[in-house]
């Protein structure tokens, strides 16, 4: 039988986005979007990086899958954004990748889930040099920063790149994520002003026991 991740990379990889999207908002009628985003879009996504890395998919192939996802996330970012606005909290979050980070669709779906729990989010996208992280930081003074990194050798940038956000004067919470908190051990970033993010379900539990609220709290 062909699993429900499998038959959504099938539509990916057709380039196939009215399909795609039909098949998506059905699946949402029967499971929440955290359900959808952490147990189908994600796993849909990180099969197709093992058929490229197979060689059973061009580079080409990956980057058209790529770009259906970001078109059905898209869609359903909007479906977000017109409902949450009826039930927005002063929170700001602002989430970028990290410099040479080209990966971002885990990205947006995080992105998603904060705007579905009411937050103001900032989303910078992959690949954004650190001064220009500094300066838009400064301006929008976010509660949460949330990075994004994929590979291990991000990890010198992520270390700088929290050693210069702890001296903000705010103080605010600061989220380290992407496939490189999943597949490495991060302890050694924590702290009471840095939160390493495993995956969506992890995210979704934070805001489930109301942490978000106490944010100010903490900060």
Known sequence: ??????????????????????????????HPRAYLYEDILTPAMYYIGELW????????DEHLATAICDFVLSKLEAEISNVSRKHQKNFKAMLFGVEEEQHYIGLKMVADTFKE???????????????????????????????????????????????RFSHLEW???????????TKFD??????NQVM????????????????????????
């Open 1 to 30: 039988m062909v699993m429900q991740h499998e038959h959504l990379s099938q539509f990916f990889l057709a380039g196939d986005e009215e399909g795609a999207l039909y098949y998506t908002k059905h699946l949402l009628e029967k």
């Open 53 to 60: 890395e197979r060689n059973e998919i061009s580079v080409a």
């Open 117 to 163: 729990h009411g937050w103001r989010v900032r989303y910078l996208g992959p690949n954004l040099p650190m001064e220009h992280s500094l300066r838009q930081i400064e301006k929008y003074r976010p509660d949460v920063i949330g990075i994004s990194a994929a590979l291990s050798y991000r990890l010198p940038t992520m270390k700088i790149l929290l050693e």
């Open 171 to 181: 103080k605010p919470l600061i989220m380290v994520g992407g496939r490189m908190a």
């Open 186 to 191: 991060l302890k050694e970033f924590e702290s």
């Open 196 to 219: 390493v993010v495993k995956d969506l379900s992890h995210l979704n539990q934070w805001f489930n026991e109301g942490r978000d609220e106490t944010i100010n709290e903490t900060s």
